[in-house]
């Protein structure tokens, strides 16, 4: 009975396997097939080339919008993932009168749509002049997120306080048991939100399509876009260059996955175990 449900678990494991990866083997496959055999649903193409991989560097500047997303979004990680470590530490370290509203007021925000406030921050970023740029992609990260704080607060009060007593006996501050730590100790939860942000901020088509206006400042997702519109005038849709451009954008977060896929699973399972 026992090998009878480890048979069945198994096999519901490889199906939902399939049915997750088989869209990206549809794509890769995608892009090294002609126009005319794109959606012949093969997975090994019939007709094999190349040119695809040459041709998308040459319809659009791909390497400049690799280069900004990467910058927007290493930003977004970094910023995101020190501010909201600061003010989880905060809420699950300090007693003060009043913590327990504040961060239930911190929570409620997760429940505001982020259609509300579309408007009022871009006229924000407008009247600062920053439309246009960069920085509304990431900038907004400095303040933390509802969501990564509760991740981290988590994380945090499961932590032991005898370590931060003590260390607080030997003269250390609150900064630097914040830093020589907590975190240390808090690593897989701050890979977590990394790699979460991270994936988040490679992926965002929302906001560059608000603040950005010029080509030479498309992120990957932006781009994208364009190139769909580009190739889509006159009924003619290359999408083996579409499909070609997401198949480059999409390694480095498989990548970085498996590069960090011990501390995430690590920091998911353990998360989830604290109370």
């Given at each position: 009975m026992k090998r009878a449900g480890r048979i069945l678990t198994w096999a519901a494991l490889g199906v939902l396997t399939v049915a997750f990866i088989y869209p990206f083997v549809w794509l890769l496959s995608a892009s090294f097939k002609p126009r005319g055999e794109v959606f012949d649903h093969r997975l090994i193409p019939e007709t094999f080339i190349l040119d695809n991989y040459v041709k998308v560097w040459q319809e659009a500047p791909l390497a400049l919008w690799m280069v900004n997303t990467l910058l927007v979004t290493v930003l977004a990680a970094v910023t995101v993932t020190i501010t909201s470590a600061m003010?989880?530490?905060?809420?699950?370290?300090?007693?003060?009168?009043?913590?327990?509203?504040?961060?239930?007021?911190?929570?409620?925000?997760?429940?505001?749509?982020?259609?509300?406030?579309?408007?009022?921050?871009?006229?924000?970023?407008?009247?600062?002049?920053?439309?246009?740029?960069?920085t509304p992609l990431w900038a907004q990260n400095l303040f933390g997120s509802a969501f990564y704080i509760f991740l981290l607060r988590q994380f945090f009060m499961g932590l032991p306080r005898e370590p931060f007593e003590a260390a607080k006996l030997d003269g250390a501050n609150n900064w630097k048991i914040f830093t020589r730590i907590a975190l240390p100790l808090c690593r897989p939860a701050v890979v977590v939100t990394l790699l979460f942000e991270f994936q988040a901020a490679w992926t965002d088509l929302m906001r560059p399509l608000i603040y950005l206006r010029d080509s030479s400042t498309f992120t990957v997702p932006r781009g994208l876009k364009a190139l769909l519109d580009q190739f889509?005038?006159?009924?003619?849709?290359?999408?083996?260059?579409?499909?070609?451009?997401?198949?480059?954008?999409?390694?480095?977060?498989i990548i970085l996955f498996f590069l960090g896929q011990k501390h995430f699973l690590r920091g998911i399972a353990t998360t989830g175990s604290k109370e």
């Amino acid at each position: 009975m026992k090998r009878a449900g480890r048979i069945l678990t198994w096999a519901a494991l490889g199906v939902l396997t399939v049915a997750f990866i088989y869209p990206f083997v549809w794509l890769l496959s995608a892009s090294f097939k002609p126009r005319g055999e794109v959606f012949d649903h093969r997975l090994i193409p019939e007709t094999f080339i190349l040119d695809n991989y040459v041709k998308v560097w040459q319809e659009a500047p791909l390497a400049l919008w690799m280069v900004n997303t990467l910058l927007v979004t290493v930003l977004a990680a970094v910023t995101v993932t020190i501010t909201s470590a600061m003010v989880a530490w905060g809420f699950a370290y300090f007693r003060f009168p009043g913590r327990g509203a504040l961060f239930g007021l911190l929570l409620a925000t997760m429940m505001l749509p982020g259609v509300v406030t579309m408007i009022p921050v871009f006229l924000i970023w407008n009247s600062l002049g920053m439309v246009g740029t960069l920085t509304p992609l990431w900038a907004q990260n400095l303040f933390g997120s509802a969501f990564y704080i509760f991740l981290l607060r988590q994380f945090f009060m499961g932590l032991p306080r005898e370590p931060f007593e003590a260390a607080k006996l030997d003269g250390a501050n609150n900064w630097k048991i914040f830093t020589r730590i907590a975190l240390p100790l808090c690593r897989p939860a701050v890979v977590v939100t990394l790699l979460f942000e991270f994936q988040a901020a490679w992926t965002d088509l929302m906001r560059p399509l608000i603040y950005l206006r010029d080509s030479s400042t498309f992120t990957v997702p932006r781009g994208l876009k364009a190139l769909l519109d580009q190739f889509g005038f006159g009924g003619e849709w290359h999408w083996e260059i579409v499909m070609t451009a997401s198949v480059i954008t999409t390694i480095p977060m498989i990548i970085l996955f498996f590069l960090g896929q011990k501390h995430f699973l690590r920091g998911i399972a353990t998360t989830g175990s604290k109370e």
